[in-house]
């Protein structure tokens, strides 16, 4: 399992700032660090009548980091994420993930639909910041099939070689509270990795959950969640320090229940 980049979301930053009265003293700073080069993301729900975007721009190094969402000025109806791309790299370099987002604008899109977006991009950083997650990402068109993603993806994030997976069958589709839909892929590493490779841009650390205590229903935790009014159930399990939760944790609920279905 792979352990996001990305703490806790601080605070959210429009494109204009203005200081009044004298500055004594400027605040110490870090010491600047590496930024990395900036990367694209898709922060809407696969099935979004518009795919929107943000820029990410992270430091160099493991994280997790605070993230700042960035929103350019135009009033709604001008601008674009590109305008907010030197403070989004200085952030990056004093220790920041800067979230750099776009949104539809006026007139195309009548307000509140900028707010919406804005509330879109904070919903999918308070889903992803610093979780445990299973490799995983949007099928690409070369893909060919979703477990031909789920290879791609593992290599890509951990460095698990294709050709030690054997694909043993998929789980049902999940579909998740930001509006994404996830089809688990089901496979047997027979000889893994005596090291992992986590990608340094997505991954701060690989860790292995005991298959026996995965398999176990009796070891998740029901909880709920409370969202707009509504308490939304959820299954937690605790590993070493490791908050599991989420989709994470219902998909090997949802794995445990099908193995314990079938007496295995």
């Known amino acids: 399992m792979k ?70 000025g135009g009033g709604w109806t001008g601008g674009a994420p590109d305008d907010m791309a030197p403070l989004a790299e200085r952030l990056a370099q004093q220790g920041f993930v800067a979230f750099n987002m776009a949104y539809r604008l006026a007139p195309g899109a009548r307000h509140p639909a900028q707010i919406n977006d804005v509330a879109t991009a904070l919903d999918y950083l308070r889903a992803h910041a610093a979780q445990v997650s299973f490799p995983g990402g949007r099928c690409d068109a070369d893909d060919g099939s979703c477990a031909a ?15 030690q997976v054997n694909v043993i069958g998929f789980l049902d589709d999940f579909p998740t509270l930001s509006g994404f839909r996830i089809t688990p892929v089901v496979g047997h590493v027979a000889n893994p990795p005596t090291q992992w490779r986590p990608a340094p841009d997505e991954v701060a650390e690989v860790f292995e959950l005991p298959l026996a205590m995965a398999l176990d229903p009796d070891n998740y935790t029901r909880k709920t969640l409370s969202r707009d009014g509504i308490e939304l159930p959820f299954h937690e399990l605790a590993y070493q320090g490791h908050r599991i939760w989420g989709a994470t944790a219902a998909l090997l609920h949802m794995l445990a229940m099908e193995v314990h279905a079938h007496g295995r």
């Open 3 to 72: 352990v996001g980049l990305l703490g806790c979301i601080i605070v959210l930053l429009s494109a204009c700032v203005s200081v009044s009265g004298p500055v004594d003293k400027v605040p110490d700073l870090p010491a600047p660090q590496k930024a990395l080069a900036p990367q694209r993301l898709t922060y809407t729900a696969d099935d979004a009548p518009t795919p929107l975007q943000a820029i990410v721009t992270r430091p160099a190094g493991a994280g997790p980091f605070p993230a700042v969402v960035l929103i350019h």
């Open 149 to 163: 993603t789920a290879l791609r993806e593992a290599h890509e994030e951990v460095g698990l070689d294709p050709q």
